[in-house]
T-cell receptor, first 114, second 112 residues
Framework: NAGVTQTPKFRILKIGQSMTLQCTQD?????MYWYRQDPGMGLKLIYY???????DKGEVPNGYNVSRSTTEDFPLRLELAAPSQTSVYFC?????????????FGEGSRLTVL | AQSVTQLDSHVSVSEGTPVLLRCNYS??????LFWYVQHPNKGLQLLLK??????LVKGINGFEAEFKKSETSFHLTKPSAHMSDAAEYFC??????????FGAGTRLTVKP
């Protein structure tokens, strides 16, 4: 059972570079989410999607973009990386949505911007 | 607006003793409340959830939490700690599917 798979697990970027964090789930969940986790702080929602073709901003969307062309995949794009984007990024999915259902998380992608 | 405050950033207990992780919430609506656990270098895993049914909620691995509206609290407890319980625990409040607010986390250390 793969669940939620994120790649890469680790990445170092230079300021101004761009990259895409990949996320795929095999549970046929409609809801998918991207969070970032900073030391000593809880997770903050970047973007979310309620189904293929539908995305919306979360609490901290600036500097990021997403797309949802299929139910399975929800990539997160970082344009013009900045040191403030150094963080651990988690992708999650849910069948019923985060309000009542369980979120299933990937193992995270640790990004450092130098 | 809604938010959660985890009252302890770090809790240390001895194996076999009770665990208490404290969480207070603020919400203008009847919230859904969750506890998630994160083991080192892993994603978060749901421990238990409260969604306006029974106020005492039982979760996995012997954990439970009690929703107290009068105290706006949702503390997590376990009668007897095990070494494998050492992890980071997050209290979460949710009003809808795009408005989950995570607490800052409580790191639980279990001593032999």
């Amino acid at each position: 059972n793969a669940g939620v798979t994120q790649t890469p697990k680790f990445r170092i970027l230079k300021i101004g570079q761009s990259m895409t964090l990949q996320c795929t789930q095999d549970m046929n969940h409609n809801y998918m989410y991207w969070y970032r986790q900073d030391p000593g702080m809880g997770l903050k929602l970047i973007y979310y999607s309620v189904g293929a073709g539908i995305t919306d901003k979360g609490e901290v969307p600036n500097g990021y973009n997403v797309s949802r062309s299929t139910t399975e995949d929800f990539p997160l794009r970082l344009e013009l990386a900045a040191p403030s984007q150094t963080s651990v990024y988690f992708c999650a999915s849910s069948y019923h949505g985060s309000n009542t259902g369980e979120l299933f998380f990937g193992e995270g992608s640790r990004l450092t911007v130098l | 607006a809604q938010s959660v405050t985890q009252l302890d950033s770090h809790v240390s207990v001895s194996e076999g003793t009770p665990v208490l992780l404290r969480c207070n919430y603020s919400s203008s609506y009847s919230p859904s409340l969750f506890w998630y656990v994160q083991h080192p270098n892993k994603g978060l895993q749901l421990l238990l959830k409260y969604t306006s049914a029974a106020t005492l909620v039982k979760g996995i691995n012997g954990f439970e939490a009690e929703f107290k509206k009068s105290e706006t609290s949702f503390h997590l407890t376990k009668p007897s700690a095990h070494m494998s319980d050492a992890a980071e625990y997050f209290c979460v409040v949710s009003r809808n599917n795009n408005d989950m607010r995570f607490g800052a986390g409580t790191r639980l250390t279990v001593k032999p």
